[in-house]
């Protein structure tokens, strides 16, 4: 059974840090690219950035590029977005994301709240 497991949310002020995590358990894990997405209240799912196999960011959002960075442990299965220099814009669900033989699984989300 696929499951994604996002942590790491919560609140800070602007120009803060956070990093989050999402564990995945139930599939080959180091075959796959995971991708971070996040949704604001009343705004469509956007992505943030995808990881390869390799370890690889690649399709980081124009909004976030210089300052958040993804990454992967192949062996503990986790992949880890760490977010620098938050702005109040930043704040929404973030959720991972893995497509494994056509099949598409989310986790339940982390909150992340920017604001003063």
């Known amino acids: 059974q696929v499951q994604l497991v996002e942590s790491g949310g919560g609140s800070v002020q602007p120009g803060g840090s956070l990093r989050l995590s999402c564990v995945a358990s139930?599939?080959?894990?180091?075959?796959?690219?995971i991708t971070w997405f996040r949704q604001a209240p009343g705004n469509e799912r956007e992505l943030v950035v995808t990881?390869?196999?390799?370890?690889?960011?690649?399709n980081y959002a124009d909004s976030v590029k210089g300052r958040f960075t993804i990454s992967r442990d192949n062996a503990k299965n986790t992949v880890f977005l760490e977010m620098n220099s938050l702005k109040p814009e930043d704040t929404a669900v973030y959720y991972c994301?893995?497509?494994?033989?056509?099949?598409?699984?989310w986790g339940q989300g982390t909150q992340v709240t920017v604001s003063s």
């Open positions: 994301r893995a497509v494994i033989n056509r099949f598409t699984y």
């Open positions: 139930g599939f080959t894990f180091g075959r796959y690219t």
């Open positions: 990881v390869l196999p390799t370890g690889v960011g690649a």
